[in-house]
């Protein structure tokens, strides 16, 4: 069965890994995505370690489901093929710095004149206006500046950076739910509109817990200051080593005090509820820790489990890589990639009873499917030649 984005053409000229991997996920929902490279060098994640004969594992990780047509858009030639392809797309993403597609002349009102239905995202570092709005950007700058870093670690310790591109995958997906809104307003009113999301911007949606702490203190939070106000919260120590638990609501705590044989403090008027819970931490976590310590961390995750009090165990990546819930959830998926071989990606987190979402192309290869694009949108094999001599793509 089909994707629930099964005709829907989408154009990506995107680079690094927050552009990419927002066309990706549309092209995991059926639809249809050309990734346009320049010439010769391609996306710049083309050369990100790891390699695999010669492919980079980094870009195919975020650059599967499309097809690569190489295109040099300083060239005219180039820009009216990408006019071309336009004509018949539904969303066109960029990720330049701002004010460079217009320099192109691919900006909103250009693409706008060939397909005025168009639904146009600009993924960029601080957005399209503002003081900041000529900065470049990456993940880990914006996991310092927006906030994010100065919550990060332990109580006590210095910033700390998340060990995943937590900023570029956010924006990826808030890109996409800005892309996906806008083509059901197109469906509603026949009418395209622009969308300018940045990494700035989605450095603060997971700010969420520790803003309201500012905005009702006026004090930033500090790392691991999340703990003083979940308790309990966060890593605790078993017989033979660690895990985490969280007792995020009233009735978990009391189930929690059940089952670690603490009935007193589920009875404690002062420990009714998680804000005063919060005032007696220094008394409530020792007697906690002092009843984890007689079992084994497997033991008490699977009793906590059992009795609804969220509780898990510390996984590297070959744990959770290899898990049964993993593979039941098909989260790992194997892929036939023309040069780097049996390739294995991350699956689809999303899953469909109607339209099923699959990973039907592994990554292309740079221009891999310039000759077949350029066929379907009616070049000839000659007029192919022609350009590949002069460079165009």
């Known amino acids: 069965m089909a994707g629930p984005l099964e005709g829907i053409r989408v154009i990506d000229i995107t680079k690094t890994i927050a552009g990419p991997y927002s066309a990706s996920l549309l092209g995991d929902m059926g639809a249809d995505v050309t990734k346009v490279e320049p010439p010769g060098t391609g996306d710049d994640f083309r050369y990100a370690a790891p390699i695999v004969e010669g492919e980079s594992y980094y ?4 650059n599967r489901n499309k097809k690569s047509i190489t295109l040099n858009l300083k060239n005219e030639k180039g820009k009216k093929i990408l006019f ?21 002349g691919v900006d909103y009102k250009a693409i706008k004149e060939v397909n005025p239905q168009i639904v146009y995202c600009s993924i960029s570092g601080f957005g399209q206006d503002g003081p900041l709005r000529d900065r470049a950007a990456y993940d880990l700058v914006l996991q310092s500046m927006g906030g994010i870093m100065s919550v990060t670690g332990s109580p006590g310790g210095p910033p700390t950076p998340v060990g995943v591109p937590i900023i570029d995958v956010l924006t990826a997906l808030i890109a996409v739910y800005g892309i996906l809104s806008s083509l059901v307003f197109r469906e509603r009113t026949g ?4 969308v300018d999301t940045s990494l700035f911007e989605a450095s603060m949606v997971p700010l969420m817990q520790m803003a309201a702490v500012y905005f009702n203190t006026g ?8 703990q003083e106000y979940l308790v309990p919260y966060g890593v605790f120590n078993a017989k033979d080593g660690q895990f985490v638990l969280e007792a995020g609501n009233d009735a978990t705590w009391k189930r929690l005090c059940h089952v670690l044989a603490l009935d007193d403090m589920a009875d404690d008027p002062r420990f009714q509820k998680n804000y005063d819970r919060a005032k007696y931490r220094q008394e409530i976590l020792p007697r906690i820790e002092g009843a984890l310590r007689t079992r084994e961390a497997e033991e008490w995750i699977e009793i906590l489990g059992d009795a609804g009090v969220p509780a898990g165990p510390i996984y590297n990546l070959d744990q959770i890589f290899k898990h049964p819930q993993t593979v039941h959830r098909k989260m790992i998926v194997e892929v036939d990639h023309p040069k780097a071989g049996r390739t ?3 699956g689809i987190p999303t899953k469909f009873s109607e339209t099923p979402a699959e990973i039907s192309l592994p990554p292309p290869m740079l221009g891999q499917h310039t000759e ?9 094999a000659e007029q192919f030649k022609e350009l590949k001599n002069e460079g165009v793509v």
Request: positive net charge; without cysteine.
């Open 344 to 346: 294995k990606l991350i």
């Open 372 to 380: 077949e694009i350029l066929q379907r949108i009616g070049y000839t």
């Open 59 to 62: 870009f195919m990780m975020a």
């Open 84 to 104: 071309d392809l336009v004509k018949d797309a539904d969303v066109f993403i960029e990720s330049y710095r701002p004010g460079t597609v217009k320099r192109l």
């Open 219 to 226: 004090v930033p939070p500090k790392p691991g200051q999340k």
């Open 191 to 194: 009418k395209g509109q622009y």
